[in-house]
């Protein structure tokens, strides 16, 4: 199997229980395609006045956010604390931090339906012990510049001063990851085997195949 590495500036943010409405706002959910919802991220916190899809004007940036500080404007890897992607099952918020530019998020725990939504659209979450983020946490306040290597095959994460922390995934996450697949495309991996079993079953059963019985 082919590996993946990712490779960027983390973004710390030290709170529990991100919902995904803080993570895209719900007048965003109008719109059902998977891109153009990067400038969206974090909407509430990001921006000191309120938007919608429909807002074209140049809104004023919360300076006291991180996404709007230097060098964290231009992360790419999320260190978050417990439970992360709680709250509506909104699939919206991973097309955000996709679209964003995000390839990966870093907590002890993350909300079941955001979990499977992530991975369905090869959104990398990674879930590491408490000591662990805590002692990135501690690092990134000594050191705002701070780069992980996240090894997807191998299943490593490498700090800065070079700590490796390992981390599990299934064999089917890693798969949607390195490859990049949706459910259309893991399914279409089988093509082959899904035309012989049609055929079969056209030999077996042709009336379920014949439109005049409709």
């Not at 409405?21 to 959910?29: G, R």
């Not at 978050?80 to 918020?93: I, L, P, V, Y």
Request: charged share 25%; glycine share 4%; with cysteine.
């Amino acid at each position: 199997m082919k590996n993946k590495v990712i490779q960027g500036q983390v973004i710390p943010i030290n709170q529990s229980n991100i919902d995904t409405d803080a993570i895209i706002p719900k007048q965003y959910l109008k719109s059902i395609n998977k891109s153009g919802f990067g400038p969206y991220l974090f909407d509430s916190l990001r921006y000191m006045d309120p938007g919608d899809l429909a807002t074209t004007s140049k809104r004023k940036e919360n300076p006291d956010f991180i996404l709007n500080k230097k060098p964290f404007r231009n992360g790419s890897i999320i260190v978050a604390n417990d439970n992360f992607g709680c709250g509506s099952s909104r699939e919206h918020a991973v097309w955000a931090l996709k679209d964003y530019g995000i390839q990966a998020v870093i907590s002890t725990s993350f909300a079941d339906i955001f979990y499977r939504n992530s991975f369905k659209n090869s959104l990398l979450l990674i879930i590491i012990k408490k000591s662990e983020l805590e002692t990135i946490f501690r690092s990134l306040t000594t050191n705002p510049i701070y780069n992980l290597t996240i090894d997807v095959q191998n299943q490593t994460i490498t700090t800065p001063d070079e700590t490796c922390i390992q981390f599990d995934i299934s064999d089917s996450e890693k798969e949607r990851i390195i490859f990049d697949l949706d459910d259309i495309e893991l399914s279409l991996k089988h093509a082959d085997k899904i035309r012989d079993y049609e055929s079969k079953i056209k030999l077996k059963k042709p009336w379920l195949f014949n439109k005049n019985n409709e």
